[in-house]
Structure formats: structure tokens, C-alpha cells
């Protein structure tokens, strides 16, 4: 198919465009403009393949059709589908909610309180998906800002770039995250596979967890400049009482399970999306049971259907469908040749400078982020990044990994400069104009801004100079 779709190429294109056009412009309909564009992809290639090369409209149908459904990475979907499940009890639970509870009880002041939530809500981005993690800390920095009298928005805006920073660090924090490691898999697997363990260390060196890490430490210098006048002591919060720790044993389970991948299933073909699914599964499985014998003791089947219903409905089917579609469209975006004439353009203007190279793919990409979604560019420049790695060094050298990580710094770090940056970002605004704070972009810029150089800097300098 990919020879006919080079044919197609102008008319591709002109679709791709279109719909990057549409979620710069419409981030709210993003599945709508996804699926509106994989329609048209559909149509023009089903006609081509009638009209030019004379096959019947049923088989053509069919083919391109399966051609679409073959390009959807399940392992990814099913990673990020499990883990949100599970996710959403493991905050039902008060878990993390104790946690933060536990953290202000420690601190001698507001300013290390805060910093710590900041700190806590990155720990927990890195295994649950960073617009949940924003649900869980935001009533708790609520409740502190509320008891002192002082206005939130700083707060809340460290907790939404402290779960952005983070959600890069392991392969389930951030869909980003999972689609680099899918990529590298898939691309440069018979050399060395990569999955949840890669993200620590990778071909002996320290990977991406580390470069994150060091990132946030500078950051944090960034919040506490912020967070440094808030000197009051430390308002006692609520006492919050831990329900169940099945489901934070469930996770657990999870990611150990996940730090195996590589062994069972070297090219992230299915592995981590099975063993997420199977969590999730199991989770619910826990709540039906444990929802059904609540009132009386005795399993109501009615009650646990129900809560289990509630749980499905809260699931974010509409990012489901947007990964999904954005995995359809990029491949026929590949196939049609386009992204090898964007790494051929590129490797001209840069030449073989692989530092200028890297460089501007990193701060490219932080600004880029800073208004576009990170998903469609990454999935786009994941490929472009490979064949100009390849070009510097061949396959599955180090330039090829140098580049692909800057790229997922720059791209996910990125996000955290703007408030329409990151899902997460867009709902700690939602959070505080509902309390009476209306954020303007210079607000938000005005902290994100120096964070972001901050971690991209010191994240970025790391990967170069232990990968270049």
C-alpha cells in the first residue's frame, strides 16, 4: 500500500494539514476532527484504488480498512486504557490523598507544604496519567490556600506543571511516554528492545527517569522562588482515613509486571497493553465484589454493576479514540513518503551538525508544545527523528536514541509554558475559575515559563552528555 499512497501524497497531506489546523483550533473536539480526517483518508484512498487501479469496491473497502485498523498500536491503547482504570480507584481509595495529608503534617511551613504536594503530585504522575493526578492534589491544595486566605493559583498551577514534568519519567505516566517506547521497540527492536525498565537504564547508560529527574530538581528551585514568601505555619488539614489498599496493591503489581516486558514481548507488540488490561480487569472485578457486599454484607449483583457502570462512565473515552485515530493517520502520513521529505528537508538545513541538530529539535519542540498537542507532533517527528538519527549514524545508533529522547523532553516539557499547553494545565484553569480565579495566559506564563526552561535545560544537557 505504501507505493500507492506516495501517489496520494499531495492529497494526504492536504488532509493531515487540515486537521492539525482543526485541534490547534478546536482542542475540544479533538476525536471529531481525528476521525473526520481518517474518513477522508478512507474515502480518497478507496477511490484511488477503484478508480486508478481498477480493484473492486468491496475488496478495496476491506483493504484499506484492515490497512487503517493494522496501524492503531494496541499494546499502547491498552496500556493507557488499563492504567487509567486503575488509576481512577487507586483515587477512590484516599491513597495519594493520605499521602499529601501525611506530607503537611511534616512540613514546618506553607512554602515546604506546597513544594512538597508539588513534589508528591510529580511522583504520582509518573505512574497515573497527569490529568488524574491534578483530580486527586487540587482539593488539597484548595483546602490549605482556603485556611490561610491566599490565593490558590500559584499552587495549583506548580501541582499541573509538576504532573506534566513527570508523566515523561516511566513508560505509563504519559501517552508520549508509551508511544516513544512502542516506536524504538518497533523501529530498532532486533538491536535492543525498549520498555518500562529502558526508561532507568538503557544500553547501560541512565535513561530518560534520570534526565526527568535531574530536570525536576532544577524546577523545583524554579517553584520554591515562587512558593518562598508563603511563610505561615502550617494549617492542620483534614484528617483523611485510607479505604483500601487493593487497588494501590493492584498497580504495584502492574508495574512489576510491566518491568518484564522486554523479555516476553521484545518489539511492545502486546505485553504491557495485556498485562494493563488484565489489572484493570481485575480491579473491577475487586469492586464489583466489594461495592455489591457494602450495605448489607451480602454480594447484590445490582450494586456492584452499578458502581462498576459509574466507574466506565467517568472513562475518558474521547483521548481513547483521539490516540487511536492520530496512530491511523500518521502511518498514512509515513507511507505516503511525507516524513521522509520533512527528515530530508531538515538534515539539509542542519547538515551533520548532530549538537545544532539536536539543540533544535529539543527548544523546537518545547515551543511547538507550548500551543500544539504533543501526541500528533511526537507520533510525526518520532519517524522524522529516526531516518535523521540514521543519517548521522546509522541504524539504531546513538544518535538515533540522542534525538528521539530530546525529542520527548522537548515535546512533553514543552506543554507546561502555556495554560492551553496540556490536558492537564486546561483543567487546574477549569478548577479555579470555578472557585472565582480567572487565569490569564501571562499568569500561568509567568511561572510555567521559567519551570520549563529550567527543567528543559538541565533534562536536556543530561541526555546530551550521556548519550552524544
Known sequence: MASELVALKPVIGTIFLLVYAGLVQYQQKRPHIVWGGILLLFIATTAYKVAILREGMLPATVAVGWDFLKAINWNVLGIFAGTLIIADLFIESK????????????????????LSICTLTGFISAFVENVATVLIVAPIAL??????????VPFL??????????????????????????????????????????FFFFQGKPSLFFAVEIGAAFATLVLYWFFRKYKQPVPEPEAIAIESMTPT??????????????????????????????????????????????????????????????????????????????FVIVAMVEKAGLVGDIASITHNILGNNLFLTFMVIVWLSVLLSAFIDNVPYIMVMLPVMAELGESLGGPASKECYLLAFGL??????????????????????GILKKQGYVVGFGEFARIGVPFTIAATLAGSCFVWLVWS
Open 95 to 114: 491513597v495519594p490523598a493520605w499521602l499529601a495529608d501525611w506530607l503537611i503534617k511534616q512540613s514546618q511551613s506553607t512554602s515546604i507544604a506546597l
Open 143 to 152: 483546602a490549605v490556600s482556603q485556611r490561610l486566605k491566599i490565593s490558590p
Open 157 to 198: 498551577i506548580g501541582i499541573s506543571i509538576s504532573s506534566n514534568l513527570q508523566g515523561t519519567a516511566t513508560l505509563i505516566g504519559d501517552p508520549p511516554s508509551m508511544i516513544t517506547a512502542g516506536f524504538l521497540s518497533q523501529r530498532w527492536g532486533e538491536h535492543s528492545n525498549f520498555g518500562f525498565n529502558e
Open 249 to 326: 496493591s493492584i498497580l504495584i503489581g502492574v508495574i512489576l509486571a510491566l518491568t518484564v516486558s522486554t523479555r516476553f514481548d521484545p518489539n511492545f507488540v502486546y505485553f504491557g497493553g495485556t498485562v494493563c488490561m488484565l489489572g484493570a480487569l481485575i480491579v473491577l472485578i475487586w469492586q464489583h465484589i466489594t461495592e455489591g457486599r457494602k450495605k448489607t454484607g451480602v454480594l447484590n449483583m445490582q450494586d456492584g454493576w452499578r458502581a462498576n457502570l459509574a466507574l466506565l462512565k467517568r472513562y475518558d473515552v474521547e483521548t481513547t479514540m483521539f490516540l487511536a485515530g492520530i
Open 408 to 429: 520527548l523532553l522537548g515535546a512533553c516539557l514543552g506543554g507546561n509554558c502555556t495554560p492551553i499547553g496540556a490536558s492537564a494545565n486546561v483543567v487546574t484553569i
